[in-house]
């Protein structure tokens, strides 16, 4: 496995070395915009009207507001700090001590891949214009994103117009996604699976589910696309395929956790139960780590939810608060639920997996509903969580390790289709533009709750789909070439010996 791992990691660094002489190419390609309106204005023979409308061209370029910026590096660093340590640390706290340093590993390894490959071409896959389901390649290994020697960077829209941030900015902002959506599918097959296995599985996952939903759920144009009335529909129809039907997700109910928990649970049947499942007791090694992780979660999500709005305005506001009041909804949701069916006690994983369940269930709404909206999202996620980790997890029969679907799926789903509720305007919700040209917002009159609502599930069926499906395939590629789970005596041992040759704790 080991002379697995670093072909592996060298093929990838291969693949780095040659981008980074592929992007210096590229860089000189006066095709691209920035590097074309600096090689006009650098060019010896160039004349004084091409300096005339160079000058012009960057006057017209949108200056970022520093607070806006400032805000957005924030945001990243929260999310960075979501999953490196927030979701490690709850994970493993979850696993038996034998396994710990596995599951730490995993996430950390995983999260650093992803970035590499959302900077190689991640980012263009899922952010540039391509078709309805994917994008193009005019930001292959950030091609056109940033000058040196001119200290220019391109600009990235927003969700107002003649707002923009530094386009590098908002790359960094999805990177951080991108890399804890993968990092989520760990929980579901944890204490089992190869090391290299997961690596390799998590680069297929990421290319042909990742990518491609994140595309279909976040591209458009932007808001500056829309000039006129005329273009409206020709603008529209640039943008993914969930987008274009106006289905509502924020920060990722769809593209980050029913994705994920899909991938999660086609994982658990693939690399099948522990040894001992439903003979063993299975308990958590260290609640005291689950819950700082989870505390951490829940700092590190007012970046991911409130970020998500690109700016440092009223729509991060609105995320903020309902982030965190859906949260605490959840947790006394769960809490009472749990009471109610374990002879009167609530437990601390009881109250950190609420935590979690509203977070989840809050992204996709988290700009798109009223306050009161948020409670009632957040109390309905936390009964409806706790079913999916009990009721739910028996009825499917699968050993989900650590309920990425229980949580991640059943919080992602409830969030979604609510989120077409309470968005309506008669509900308390800021309800949404009627067309991005005039930029005015659907009347109440106006709104259907159930068209809004069949959108929302349209959205939540074809990334339930498509993720299946491309996990299947990249799970049994796996598993032919390089095998999903370890031998039995390494699992009885424990992953951090047999993989990785150390252990968490040293007595």
């Known amino acids: 496995m080991n002379k697995l791992l670093l072909a592996f990691l060298f093929g990838l660094l291969m693949f780095v070395a040659g981008g980074g002489a592929f992007a210096q190419g590229a860089a000189s390609d006066a095709a691209s915009g920035a590097a074309a309106a600096v090689a006009a204005a650098s060019a010896p023979a160039a004349a004084a009207s091409d300096a005339a409308s160079a000058a012009a061209a960057a006057a017209s370029t949108p200056v970022p507001n520093k607070g806006d910026v400032a805000w957005m590096l924030v945001s990243t660093a929260l999310v960075i700090m979501m999953s490196i340590p927030a979701l490690a640390l709850f994970y493993g706290g979850l696993v038996r001590s034998k396994n710990m340093l596995s599951v730490l590993m995993q996430v950390f390894v995983t999260f650093s891949m992803i970035v590499v490959l959302w900077c190689l071409y991640g980012y263009s896959l899922a952010f540039t214009e391509g078709n309805a389901f994917f994008g193009g390649f005019d930001r292959v290994f950030m091609k056109g994103m940033y000058d040196p020697i001119a200290g220019t960077m391109a600009m990235a829209g927003t969700f107002s117009k003649g707002v923009a941030i530094p386009e590098l900015l908002f790359m960094a902002f999805q990177a951080t996604f991108a890399a804890i959506t993968c990092c989520l599918i760990v929980g579901a097959f944890a204490e089992r699976m ?132 859906a949260t605490a909804a959840a947790v006394l949701a769960w809490s009472l639920g749990e009471a109610m069916t374990n002879k009167g006690k609530a437990s601390m994983l009881g109250a950190a997996s609420g935590a979690v369940a509203g977070l989840v269930a809050i992204t996709p709404a988290c700009g798109n509903v009223g306050l009161l909206g948020a409670l009632v999202i957040g109390f309905v996620a936390g009964f409806a969580c706790l079913w999916g980790v009990n009721g739910l997890k028996k009825m499917l029969g699968a050993d989900d390790s650590l309920d990425v679907f229980g949580v991640h799926g059943v919080g992602g789903i409830v969030g979604a289709l609510l989120t077409g509720v309470f968005n309506s305007p008669s509900l308390g919700g800021p309800s949404f533009p009627d067309n991005w040209f005039t930029g005015e917002l659907v009347k109440p009159e106006n709104y259907s709750i159930a068209s809004q609502v069949w959108a929302q599930a349209k959205a939540v069926l074809v990334t339930i789909a498509w993720s299946g499906i491309v996990s299947l395939i990249a799970y049994k590629l796996v598993d032919m070439t390089i095998g999903l789970r370890v031998s039995e005596e390494d699992e009885r041992e424990g992953l951090d010996i047999t993989s990785h040759g150390e252990t968490a704790y040293n007595s």
């Open 194 to 325: 190869k090391f290299a296995a997961v690596l390799a599985f998590m680069v297929l996952w990421f290319t042909f589910a990742y990518a491609p939903i994140a595309h279909m759920v976040w591209f458009w144009p932007g808001p500056d696309a829309y000039t006129s009335k005329a273009i409206v529909d020709a603008t529209n129809a640039k943008a993914g395929l969930i987008w274009q039907w106006g289905t509502l997700d924020f920060a990722g109910g769809t593209v980050v956790h029913i994705n994920a928990a899909m991938a999660g649970l086609v994982g658990a049947f693939m690399v099948g139960k522990r040894i001992g499942y439903g003979r063993e007791a299975f308990t958590p090694h260290s609640l005291t780590l689950t819950m700082v992780g989870a505390a951490l979660l829940w700092v590190g999500w007012f970046g991911f939810n409130a970020g998500s709005a690109l700016e440092a305005g009223n729509s991060a506001v609105l995320a903020f608060i309902n982030t965190f009041s």
